[in-house]
Each structure stands twice: as C-alpha cells, then as structure tokens.
C-alpha cells in the first residue's frame, strides 16, 4: 500500500503534537469513556510495544519500555492530541509473574479486545528475528472469531539483514492471506533507526478523529 503525501504529513502532523499518558487500567470498569477512537498495541511479552510508542511519539520516557518480558501489567492508555487513544497491552507468552497474575492479565485483555466498541484496529507486533509463533496465531484466531480488525507491524527489523526480512513479510503475507479480520498490508518498523514509522503514523492517522483545526 502506498500513502500520498497528504495522508504521511497527516500522520506527522498527528504525532507532532501531544501525546500523555492517561491511565492504567487493571479492570474492565475501570476503562475510559468510549471516545475517542482507539487503537491498540498487542504482541508477545519483549517484541518492542513500548519502545514503538516512544519512538512514535518522539518521548523517549512516554512508555516504559524494558528488557525484562512481562513489564506492562495493565491496559496502558495514551491520549495523541485528543484525537485517538492508544492502549498498549501486557505481553504474552512470557512474563516473570505468577500464574494468576497471567491468567488475569490474559482475561483482561481477551474481554478488552472482544468487547470494546471504539476500538477501530489491533496493531499486532511480530519480532521480525522470529516472524509468527502459535500464541501470535491464538490471538489472530480470536480476532478473527469476535470480527476485529488487525494488522500485522513486524518490530526490531534493524536486527535482522534486508534477504531474511524480505522472508518473513513473504511468509507473513502468507499467514495471514486468509483470515478474515487481518488487514492485509504489512508494516516493517525499527524503533532505533525509524525504519517504517513514517508509514505506520499514516496509517493510524486515517483511524484518527478529523483535526477540525485544519
């Protein structure tokens, strides 16, 4: 896919302007009032959710970002310029917590990602060094099920050489040609370099409210 010139100095102009951290949420009543629209931010515990935002947003210190898996224990709320809301989910897969504190995060984010109305797209992340695991596939079949859009944004490509990458996006496509929910242009992102995030704040840009100051 392809933006016009117009749709990436959208996406600049977005991402220019203020984006604060809102709230952490450990509960389904807990959630903020259902406007504006919201995007979120799922992948496996240490694919880069956090370094993402910050680098999206140019705040380094916006989202925690950690090398030990399993930091975000909460539905993490961001506010960009009132316009859109971006929550970043725990991680899965891996985290150094206990069974219970899992199995609840888990069930926080599965109701959260079935049932919240003004989510308007799943980011799912994918290391681009490993490319699709069965829990990726877990969550893309929920997402199917519960009809939620997602689209798949393979992280830390500055990790890994142009050949092997050009692989996995061929294998992803793959993956993904015949799931119903699943957005079919992929995005390849380095939070270090800046590779891609161009295009992916386009791409959030169009799910935005109308800047009506324009």
């Given at each position: 896919?392809e933006?016009?010139?117009?749709q990436?100095e959208?996406?600049r102009?977005l991402?220019a302007?203020?984006?604060t951290f809102?709230l952490?949420?450990?509960?389904?009543?807990?959630?903020?009032?259902?406007?504006p629209?919201?995007?979120?931010?799922?992948?496996r515990?240490?694919?880069?959710?956090s370094?993402?935002?910050?680098?999206?947003?140019?705040?380094?210190?916006?989202?925690?970002?950690?090398n030990?898996?399993?930091?975000?224990?909460?539905?993490?709320?961001f506010?960009?310029d009132d316009r859109?809301?971006?929550?970043?989910l725990?991680?899965?897969?891996?985290?150094?917590?206990?069974?219970?504190?899992?199995?609840?995060w888990?069930?926080?984010?599965?109701?959260?990602?079935?049932g919240?109305?003004?989510?308007?797209?799943?980011f799912?992340l994918i290391?681009?060094?490993h490319?699709?695991?069965?829990?990726?596939?877990?969550?893309?079949s929920?997402?199917?099920?519960t009809?939620?859009?997602?689209?798949?944004?393979l992280t830390?490509?500055d990790?890994?050489k142009?050949g092997p990458?050009?692989?996995?996006?061929?294998?992803?496509?793959?993956?993904?040609?015949k799931?119903p929910?699943?957005y079919?242009?992929?995005?390849?992102?380095?939070?270090?370099?800046?590779?891609?995030?161009?295009?992916l704040?386009?791409?959030?840009?169009?799910?935005?409210?109308?800047d009506h100051?324009l």
């Open positions: 896919m933006f016009t010139s117009e990436i959208a996406g102009l991402f302007r203020p984006t809102m952490s949420v450990v509960a389904m009543d807990k959630l903020p009032p259902a406007s629209p919201e995007i979120c931010f799922a992948g515990s240490n694919v880069g959710k370094s993402l935002i910050n680098a999206l947003t140019g705040q380094k210190g916006l989202a925690r970002a950690s030990t898996p399993g930091r975000t224990r909460e539905l993490n709320y506010n960009v859109l809301r971006i929550v970043d725990p991680g899965y897969g891996y985290a150094r917590a206990s069974k219970t504190d899992i199995a609840r888990t069930a926080l984010t599965r109701q959260f990602l079935a919240r109305a003004p989510l308007r797209r799943v799912l290391d681009s060094r490319g699709v695991k069965d829990s990726d596939r877990e969550l893309m929920m997402l199917d099920e009809a939620v859009p997602y689209q798949i944004v830390k490509c990790k890994i142009p990458l050009e692989t996995v996006q061929t294998t992803t496509q793959t993956q993904i040609a799931r929910a699943a079919p242009h992929i995005l390849a992102t380095s939070s270090v370099k800046s590779d891609g995030l161009q295009l704040r386009a791409e959030i840009a169009t799910l935005a409210q109308p100051r």
